[in-house]
């Protein structure tokens, strides 16, 4: 972990940007073949511990990459990084970088990669002084200038590719709510969308808030519906080459969620093979 953020770290000066760029096109030139894709049903690198997790989750804004991967890093141990997370906590700490963050966030624009590699750098800092291993990103990486960097720090085991219609992902966007207190997400959308080309009808209860809960829902500032259709297409314009990048490297694993949790959870730890060790962890509790 250390070596991983020293390189992270460094990975933000200019200089380490040329160096890195003539060594990655040495290398490609070197190599020009991509891994063989690997074939189905996939079957994750784990460790007994899962120590060795260190997967990314991709997805349009709204899909659920956050709820999945958290799900995903209670019943793995490993830490859920989202750099979503990293942003917002940054905004509410209203320091120097606060204001110029609040204008991108709110615009639906992407932060520089120099300051989400900063910002992610001291996160993962601090979980190694905490003795962390492995993770689950979310939300990172989003460019293809921040997945080569992250290639080049570190390996990845696998990468999954969660799918929603763009209709299903603003509603749920405008549906979010999130408790100020305990920080728990949950979605007031009924949703009801028609398949289209085919594809299976999506059905979505609402996920409401306990009691205790209900009085302090907040929304986030950047799911309004303007917001929302300018984070897709910057996702469209920015994230979406980084699915070719890992597909070219078969570790891309697409999931198109069939509704909402009950009906996805399930299917989800299944694609992953991690039906049998959920019921393990279960029984052992
Ligand atoms: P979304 O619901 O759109 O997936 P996130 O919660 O992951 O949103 O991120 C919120 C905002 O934080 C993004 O719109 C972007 O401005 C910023 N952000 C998060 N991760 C990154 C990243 N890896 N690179 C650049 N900006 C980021």
Known sequence: M????????????????????????????????????????????????????????????GVGKGTFASRLSTLLGVPHIATGDLVREELSASGPLSKQLTEIVNQGELVSDEIIISLLSKRLETGEAKGESGFILDGFPRTVRQAEILDDVTDIDLVVNLKLPERVL??????????????????????????????????????LPPPQCVAKLITRSDDTEAIVRERLRVYYEKSQPVEEFYRSQGKLMEFNLPGGLPESWPKLLEALNLDEYEDKQSAAA
């Open 170 to 207: 603003v509603e749920k966007c405008l549906g979010r709510r999130i408790c100020s207190q305990c920080g728990k997400n949950f979605n007031v959308a009924n949703i009801n969308v028609k398949g289209e080309n085919g594809n299976p009808d999506i059905s979505m209860d609402p996920l």
């Open 2 to 61: 250390a070596a991983l953020i020293r390189a992270l770290r460094s990975s933000s000066s200019s200089s380490y940007y040329t160096n890195y760029f003539i060594r990655r096109s040495l290398s490609t030139a070197a190599s020009t073949t991509a891994p063989p894709l690997k074939s189905e049903p996939f079957t994750p690198f784990m460790d007994t511990k899962g120590k060795h997790v260190q997967w990314v989750f991709l997805g349009c804004p």
